[in-house]
């Protein structure tokens, strides 16, 4: 389908209407904070001029950030770590394709070989460990190495020869998993001595789950606009009722349900996001959600915004400047 025919579709339902055949949504048990949360000053004023003007929209639309906007955490980082735990890429085929050589490429096929010939059974299991910690950093070498905008637009292609249905079953899985596990950081250090730091304890932010449902109520279309995978996403928005349709992701081009190492749509990170909903939606929003920098132009190009304020600094300063309202990200999440 085009990114039109995917607007196209995606337009006049409310998500809960929306059909889908994906996979069991993720449930709302484990959330952040309670129904009863109250949004701030300016952040509700924006909310209530949103749900004021809405009806004289000829199409309303809401653009929420995903990952520790929507939920705290991030879903793209605990699927990466999942599937390098279940050694569950296409490491006999096209991942180690997409790993620099000098960012080491050699090692980690090496070390996959070995764990292969040992057997599931065999072998010791400390080898196994110190590969899956490996495999876990391949993600911060190269955002190291890159930066963040090459990052994100890289970490999609690390999904090549997975076939799609896969990638959604094995993340819902994840997801379902992160949410019943309790908040704790965790750390892995790889064998060349990187380090890396995995907040665990996925929890659903149930007032951004409540302001879905208020917003969709008052005919208000509901986008989630994320720099992680759309097969990831895709699953864990279930959780809020929106449907595949109305998310837009990184993405790769698929063959048979294969997905192949070449690129997809716009990197929907900072002005790819804006770039990316140009041409899938192709209004302006009338109001956005994001908790970082990734999110700036999205929020600048909306006509309400809400940053989910989680202590930077010149990132609260940019959004007073820019009139965004503040949501201290304390309100919306609980003790665990």
Excluded at 282 to 290: E, I
Aim: glycine share 8%; aromatic share 6%.
């Amino acid at each position: 389908m085009s990114e039109t025919d995917a607007a196209k579709d995606a337009a006049g339902d409310c998500p809960e209407d929306a059909d889908t055949d994906v996979v069991e949504s993720p449930g709302r048990a484990a959330t952040s904070a309670g129904r009863d949360a109250v949004w701030s000053e300016s952040a509700q004023r924006s909310i209530d001029a949103v749900l004021s003007s809405a009806a004289g929209h000829s199409r309303p639309v809401a653009a929420f950030d995903f990952d520790n906007t929507c939920v705290r955490g991030d879903t793209g980082d605990l699927v990466h770590r999942g599937l390098c735990e279940r050694l569950a890429y296409d490491f006999d085929g096209r991942f180690f394709a997409q790993i620099p050589e000098d960012q080491g490429r050699q090692r980690l096929q090496a070390a996959w070989r070995e764990h292969r010939e040992r057997g599931a059974d065999g072998g010791d299991p400390g080898a196994r460990e110190a590969l899956v910690s490996d495999l876990i950093a391949t993600y911060l070498r190269y955002l190291n190495a890159r930066g963040s905008e090459a990052a994100f637009h890289w970490a999609c292609t690390l999904h090549a020869g997975m076939h799609e249905d896969t990638l959604r079953r094995l993340s819902h899985e994840i997801v379902e998993e992160e949410l019943q596990l309790p908040g704790r950081v965790d750390l892995r250090t790889a064998p060349d001595g990187v380090v890396v730091r995995t907040r665990r304890g996925l929890r659903i932010r149930s007032p951004l789950a409540d302001l879905m449902d208020t917003l969709c109520e008052a005919g208000v279309e509901v986008w989630v606009v994320s720099a992680t995978n759309r097969w990831t996403v895709e699953v864990a928005v279930r959780a809020f009722g929106v449907p595949p349709a109305r998310v837009i992701a990184n993405s790769c081009r698929t063959d048979g349900g294969v997905i192949l190492p070449q690129r997809e749509g716009p990197t929907t990170y900072r002005s790819g996001k804006v770039e990316a909903m140009e041409a899938t939606i192709g209004v302006r929003p009338l109001l956005a959600l994001g908790d970082s920098w990734t999110d700036a132009e999205m929020l600048d190009h909306a006509e309400h915004a809400i940053l989910i304020d989680r202590g930077d600094d010149r990132l609260r300063a940019h959004g007073i400047r820019r009139d965004w309202s503040l949501q201290p990200v304390s309100s919306l999440d609980g003790p665990d």
